[in-house]
């Protein structure tokens, strides 16, 4: 670890020699378009020493973290624009962040968190070091972790971010759910992300969507439904897709089921679907465990809980907009149903039926 904070001190030396003349230019100006987030930003260098005063100015899911610059001579000097900027929003037990650090920086915590953390690097390197164990992510290759205090976190010049916090009491319930069991063991995952292929690649697809949706006003995040659905979406992702110490248990074969847990789990879907509903709600209903849902619905129906809800919600739509053609906005309609991307609404509905919902209005009152 010193040789890479020393790799890192060195480089840094380099570049304010060769740009000693140049200001530092301003950071992002995605940060300034993201009204829906709490936005922090420190122009001196003290704020980022070892008492991190910065992490007083904000709430969520950094308040416990440690940054230290590894180049102590910047910590004498303020500069006109900002050195780290930090952007948050919380949403249940999803919490997305934006980060741009100007210069190599090491990150620790006090205590454990109780996230799990999603990174994609979009600029710069960042290094997680665990007892002598290195994991690099770079813009082709993320990282997950879990903060705790036998871990350290480096990042280079010119570092920009994004991360997605997931619950980790949330992502063990979801495992058990699927395992139909109690955990042994705490759930722990294998540092770095290949987003080329599999689900991998998914759960990378799902990471970018809720960012964007977190970005947007009116989005998923502001709708308890919708994001009930997405919550259950990106976890199945994260426990597919990722490699933890419980994936091999995940690859067992699948549990027997009969027709009546579909036939109650679709009754309760119709029934609740405009509610934020979980899969361990739609499992509870059903009278059987998560795991055993999903493997008669694949078996039965030929696809996911999560997509019959989907299919059931714009069922429910279809039924509404032709009941009360047009005397309640299609907009609003959909979002009672969970649907806050009308573009996404626009195209699934289509899908499903064959015309738009405004066709659907139109042959609605034409009848």
Known sequence: MLLLQQGLVRERARALRDSAAMPLPAPPSYFDRLTTFNVVRANDASELDSRSRLSSRFSGPASPYRFHLLDHALLRQRFDNPIFSLAVRGAGAIVATYVDSRFATETAIQGESDLFCFTTPLQGKMTLIRQGEMATGTDSQGLVYRFSPDMRMVTSDESVRTNVFVQVAKLEEA?????????????CFRSALDWSSGLTASLKYQLDFIRSEFERPGGVADNAVA????????????????????????????????????????????????????????????????????????????????????ACRLEQVHAELCRNAGATPIGAVARRYGFTNASRFGI??????????????RRALRS
């Open 227 to 310: 994001l009930a659905s997405t919550t259950d979406l990106l976890m199945a992702l994260i426990l597919r897709g990722a490699a933890h110490n419980h994936s091999d248990q995940l690859d067992v074969g699948p549990a027997s089921a009969v027709p009546v847990y579909v036939r109650r789990a679709e009754e309760f879907m119709r029934v609740h679907c405009a509610s934020p509903i979980h899969l361990s709600d739609i499992a509870a209903a059903a009278g059987c465990s998560v795991r055993t849902l999903g493997s008669a619905f694949q078996r039965f129906r030929g696809r996911t809980p999560l997509a019959a809800l989907h």
């Open 348 to 361: 699934a509905f289509r899908r499903r039926f064959g015309e738009s919902p405004l066709d659907t209005v």
């Open 175 to 187: 495992l058990e759910h699927m395992l139909d069991k109690r955990l042994l063991k705490p759930l």
